[in-house]
Structures are given as C-alpha cells and as structure tokens.
C-alpha cells in the first residue's frame, strides 16, 4: 500500500508513505490449512497433521491448493483439538462468535457441531475471553516466532496431543 500527496507547485504526486510487506501478506497464499512464515526458505508449510494436496505444485512453489488433513475427520465423538500457538488467525469470512462465552464453552459448542474447524477466543486481551468458531477450511494463516494468536484446531483422534514441531 502506498499514499501519495499531491504537489501543487510541481504540479504531480509524490511519495509519502509506503507500508512494507512481504509475501506473506499476500492473501491467501499458502491455501486452505496452509500456514506462512516469512522466517523460513519456502515460506509456506502445512498444519501439523495437514499435507500438501498436490505434493508436485507444493515442492514447485504454487502453494494456492493448499493443505488438506493426512488422516479425514468422521464426526466422532473422540475427535478433539490441538492447540497451535503464535498464528495469525485465519479469515474471518464467515465465522460465529459470542462475547459472553468462556474458552471450554467454545470448545464444547465447536466439538458438538461436526462443521466446526476450529476455535479461539474472541478477546485475546491478557485474560482472554468470549468464542470464535471457524467452520469449513482455514485460509490466510501466518506463523509468527512469538506473540501471535492460538487457536485450537480439530483433529481425529490419532492426531490429539502431538506435538506441533
């Protein structure tokens, strides 16, 4: 993004401001369940429990497919979630929230509706309070070294509790 001001004396726009980006800034480029970070040589990289949907553009760069999940969801009641910590939240397109809720609230809401992809809370203030649901995939996640968001995906029953590497 750039902002120009205009220069009535000479009679044209000039530089005033540009914010710097990098690729990760580019929506949606590491796909559905794809995760980017500008900290490493290929910038996008899979959830963990996620593998590349066309392993052959993935190795090439083209990361716009995405991620899918390495073992499927069936809707079990033994399905839970993991916890992935210093994210950038996904898009937040067409989630559902409620200010009032605690975070074990929002976890049995997201667990007792097979749609719902993941949770977190609404207010990451320091206390952390209220509940945001995400249903169908997950696009435009970034990874930070530190002092980013968690958010805690579902995952099928072989896939609770590993660790996140």
């Given at each position: 993004?750039?902002?120009?001001?205009?220069?009535?004396?000479?009679?044209?726009?000039?530089?005033?401001?540009?914010?710097?980006?990098?690729?990760?800034?580019?929506?949606a480029l590491?796909?559905?369940?794809?995760?980017?970070?500008?900290?490493?040589s290929q910038?996008?990289?899979?959830?963990?429990?996620?593998e590349p949907?066309?392993?052959?553009?993935?190795?090439?760069?083209?990361?716009?497919?995405?991620?899918?999940?390495?073992?499927?969801?069936?809707?079990?009641?033994?399905?839970?979630?993991?916890?992935?910590?210093?994210?950038?939240?996904?898009?937040?397109?067409?989630?559902?929230?409620?200010?009032?809720?605690?975070?074990?609230?929002?976890?049995?809401?997201?667990?007792?509706?097979?749609?719902?992809?993941?949770?977190?809370?609404?207010?990451?203030?320091?206390?952390?309070?209220?509940?945001?649901?995400?249903?169908?995939?997950?696009?435009?996640?970034?990874?930070?070294?530190?002092?980013?968001?968690?958010?805690?995906?579902?995952?099928?029953?072989?896939?609770?509790?590993?660790?996140?590497?």
């Amino acid at each position: 993004m750039e902002r120009f001001l205009w220069t009535d004396s000479k009679q044209e726009w000039n530089l005033y401001q540009a914010l710097s980006s990098d690729n990760c800034d580019r929506y949606a480029l590491c796909g559905p369940f794809g995760s980017c970070n500008i900290d490493n040589s290929q910038v996008c990289e899979c959830l963990k429990g996620f593998e590349p949907r066309s392993p052959d553009q993935w190795r090439g760069g083209n990361w716009s497919q995405g991620c899918r999940r390495t073992i499927p969801l069936d809707c079990g009641l033994e399905e839970g979630f993991n916890k992935y910590s210093n994210l950038k939240l996904p898009d937040t397109q067409g989630p559902w929230y409620n200010q009032n809720m605690t975070l074990l609230d929002c976890e049995k809401m997201c667990k007792s509706n097979c749609s719902c992809t993941a949770y977190t809370n609404s207010n990451i203030s320091v206390t952390g309070s209220g509940c945001l649901l995400w249903f169908g995939e997950l696009i435009d996640i970034r990874t930070f070294a530190e002092n980013g968001d968690s958010l805690y995906i579902r995952m099928p029953p072989s896939e609770l509790g590993k660790p996140k590497e």
